[in-house]
């Protein structure tokens, strides 16, 4: 592979031919969004998380690349808020599929699916059994997106932010990862306060995000810090990899 590099997309073709050789057998796969993160954060926020995810977990199993992260994805309720980019699930499943069927038939044994959006979970929960019996490869589904959610919570504790946030959305958690991920691309000057407390997904997911928010952020991004930005990428990246290799062990 290339030197230290866990990304798929920094090798050659003869790079992944020789880590495919050498026991290279787990893709991870992104699958993230391009949507409205308030008025602090930019709209890659769940791609770029995504990204930052599937490599800490590829280097985490120690034989494993990361896939391209896949953008944008199921963002309907998002689209009041200019710039936000949303597929149909349809639209999404088959580029997943092919992104899967792509890394199968190059040799891949096994291929974990991360959505970072919450808009994904169905989808992907839709897709993935449907893949795997279509391919060689067994398809690993990280989505869960309550139990996403716990591991954020769990990492803003850990990370010495004391506040919870029952739904998550451009508040603390999301704020912090970015603050640790990419400092550069948070607007510090316009942190806002959202919506607190528990929210109707129902109501949001029909009448569309504004309808909850209106400046599109859930919880109290002033709460983030890097450090707890650090703590919930380590506790998603750990309890992800101890996923993946149980499931691995059983196929």
């Given at each position: 592979m290339s030197s230290n590099s866990v990304l798929l997309e920094e090798q050659t073709w003869r790079e992944v031919e020789t880590a495919l050789d050498d026991g290279v057998r787990t893709a991870v796969i992104g699958v993230g969004s391009i949507e409205q993160h308030g008025p602090h954060l930019p709209l890659v926020m769940d791609a770029l998380a995504g990204e930052e995810l599937?490599?800490?977990?590829?280097?985490?199993l120690g034989d494993a690349l990361a896939a391209p992260t896949i953008r944008p994805g199921c963002s309907g309720h998002h689209m009041a808020f200019p710039g936000t980019i949303t597929v149909d699930p349809e639209t999404?499943?088959?580029t997943i599929r092919a992104y899967c069927e792509s890394l199968d038939e190059h040799g891949f044994d096994h291929l974990a699916l991360v959505p970072t959006h919450g808009g994904n979970f169905a989808p992907v929960n839709t897709v993935a059994p449907e893949i795997a019996r279509e391919i060689?490869?067994?398809v690993h589904a990280l989505a869960?997106?309550?139990t996403l959610?716990?591991?954020?919570n769990e990492g803003l504790r850990e990370g010495g932010v004391d506040y919870q946030?029952?739904?998550?959305?451009?508040?603390?958690?999301?704020?912090?990862?970015?603050?640790?991920?990419?400092?550069?691309?948070?607007?510090t000057d316009k942190l806002e306060l959202g919506t607190e407390g528990e929210v109707s997904t129902s109501r949001l997911l029909s009448e569309g995000f504004d309808a909850i928010a209106e400046n599109g952020v859930l919880g109290d991004p002033r709460e983030a810090t890097a450090e707890a930005g650090e703590a919930i990428?380590?506790?998603v990246t750990e309890a992800y990899v101890a996923r993946i290799e149980s499931e691995r062990a059983d196929h």
């Open positions: 599937s490599a800490r977990i590829a280097e985490g999404l499943m088959d060689d490869a067994s869960d997106l309550a959610m716990e591991l954020m946030e029952p739904v998550i959305h451009a508040g603390a958690a999301e704020t912090s990862i970015v603050l640790a991920a990419a400092e550069e691309l948070v607007r990428l380590d506790a």
